[in-house]
């Protein structure tokens, strides 16, 4: 019997535009691309040159201080360009893809006959490795660390998230044999929602699964390993998004890598919300072709709109995303007499529109802040959406004056940029919470390094 964690914090918000659960065709896509910048932490070294053929499965870069933790490419065919920005930075590797995929034979392997050290050989060796995160620090993780467990939610419960259930029809064996292989490394943590129904995640196999009975950010890993198993200063737990469990399956069973997944195109300017089912470096402009109401005065996201990337439709499709979405930018909007009118259309998390006496209803939310920045309240508006036993204003007040004493002691080494999503929707100083947390993050592993 799973066990059941009830949470009292939180906010769910409910946006216009959530994806339809059914498949809708693209066209064939040429061009591919696999971007560093999804595997937070990582310096990339490019291992190819343009005009170079690759099959799916060749490396494209690895990271440089692991040069073993390699990381794949999604299709087989012929480099096309390495791009780079300033300083020579790294923005992404293309591949123009062949009519007929070609893929590098990894061999199949039975993952009960494994051991540990054989299981994370062949992710590295497949250059699937670098799609596990680690805490603390809410970065790629690499092969010098141990976990003490590895932590995977099947929860997605961000505004207009996919959903991972959905995701999932058709790829029970792959997700279960990726869990079994993650087994092999250290504990397996299965985080679940109260709602979910599907049997391969409610009776999943050589895993410890937890149902999370509450509103979002229930989903979130680092929620989720706050209530089961906090992380301490020296220790190290591994998060894994469930598409990527998938991947590790798949490598097992059929001996390739295969980076196919069902991505949620959603949001209030999408024509046709409902799933795609695509690659890891899809182009945008594919995934989005013909299904925009408008091309001006939308924001385009990699992501869902607390947590994901602002892109341009010339981007492509992040490695850890589960959803493209599109909202409208707000700028340029003019509204008659601004703040004081009653905006009964317009979400407000703490009633300060008369929409709330509508009832429950979707809203059509832009990108705009609504006021500039201000010093910081000391209001209790994160507690409230944040169910995790942290002081967490505390904890933002000391990242911001450098105290890394304090930081440490109000609990950093257990959060990630995301965990602060809906702090930052609801917080009335207006500060960028998730830039603010990474900045934390960063400075405290160049100081421990």
């Known amino acids: 019997m799973a066990n059941v964690i009830k949470l009292r914090r939180g906010l769910d918000i409910n946006l216009i535009g959530k994806a339809e659960e059914k498949l809708t065709e693209l066209s064939k896509c040429e061009e591919f691309a696999l971007v560093p910048e999804a595997f937070v932490g990582i310096t990339p070294k490019v291992v190819v040159h343009e005009g170079d053929v690759v099959k799916a499965g060749d490396a494209l870069f690895v990271n440089k201080a692991f040069p073993e933790e390699k990381f794949a490419s999604p299709v087989s065919g012929t480099v096309t360009a390495i791009v780079r920005g300033e300083r020579r930075k790294v923005l992404c590797v293309k591949v123009r893809a062949d009519l007929?995929?070609?893929?590098?034979?990894?061999?199949?392997?039975?993952?009960?006959?494994?051991?540990?050290?054989?299981?994370?050989?062949?992710?590295?060796?497949?250059?699937?490795?670098?799609?596990?995160?680690?805490?603390?620090?809410?970065?790629?993780?690499?092969?010098?660390?141990?976990?003490?467990?590895?932590?995977v939610s099947a929860l997605r419960d961000m505004p207009l998230a996919g959903n991972f259930e959905y995701e999932l029809k058709g790829n029970e064996e792959a997700f279960q044999t990726g869990i079994s292989a993650l087994s092999k490394i250290a504990k397996v943590y299965l985080g679940v929602g109260k709602n979910q129904s599907n049997q391969t995640l409610l009776s999943a196999k050589n895993a410890e699964v937890n149902v999370f009975d509450g509103k979002c950010p229930a989903g979130n890993v680092g929620v989720q390993i706050n209530h089961i198993d906090p992380v301490n200063k020296g220790e190290v737990v591994w998060t894994v998004d469930p598409s990527a469990v998938i991947f590790f399956g798949r490598l097992f069973l059929t001996g390739k890598v295969d980076l196919r997944k069902k991505v949620a195109v959603a949001g209030s300017e999408v024509k046709d919300p409902s799933y795609v089912e695509v690659l890891v470096g899809t182009p945008l402009k594919a995934i989005l072709e013909g299904n925009l109401k408008q091309t001006e005065h939308v924001r385009i996201l990699n992501g869902n709109p607390l947590t994901g990337i602002k892109s341009s439709i010339e981007d492509y499709l992040h490695a850890h995303v589960s959803e493209v979405t599109v909202i409208p930018e707000g700028d340029n909007v003019d509204e008659l007499l601004g703040w004081i009118m009653p905006r009964t259309k317009q979400y407000s998390a703490n009633h300060s529109y008369f929409s709330w006496l509508f009832g429950k209803k979707a809203y059509?939310?832009?990108?705009?802040?609504?006021?500039?920045?201000?010093?910081?309240?000391?209001?209790?508006?994160y507690d409230k959406v944040l169910p995790m036993d942290i002081y967490s204003e505390y904890l933002i007040k000391a990242i911001i004056a450098g105290d890394i004493d304090k930081q440490e002691q109000l609990g950093i080494y257990e959060v990630s940029p995301e965990d602060f999503a809906l702090a930052e929707?609801?917080?009335?100083?207006?500060?960028?919470?998730?830039?603010?947390?990474?900045?934390g993050l960063n400075t405290l592993r160049k100081e421990n390094a």
Do not use: C
């Open 100 to 151: 007929n995929q070609q893929y590098v034979d990894f061999g199949i392997k039975n993952v009960d006959e494994l051991t540990s050290e054989e299981v994370k050989k062949s992710l590295l060796d497949a250059g699937l490795f670098g799609y596990m995160n680690q805490l603390p620090y809410a970065i790629a993780t690499n092969p010098s660390t141990t976990p003490k467990a590895i932590f």
């Open 425 to 439: 929707f609801v917080d009335s100083s207006k500060l960028p919470l998730q830039k603010i947390v990474r900045e």
């Open 364 to 381: 059509n939310l832009d990108a705009r802040i609504k006021g500039g920045e201000r010093h910081m309240i000391m209001s209790g508006e």
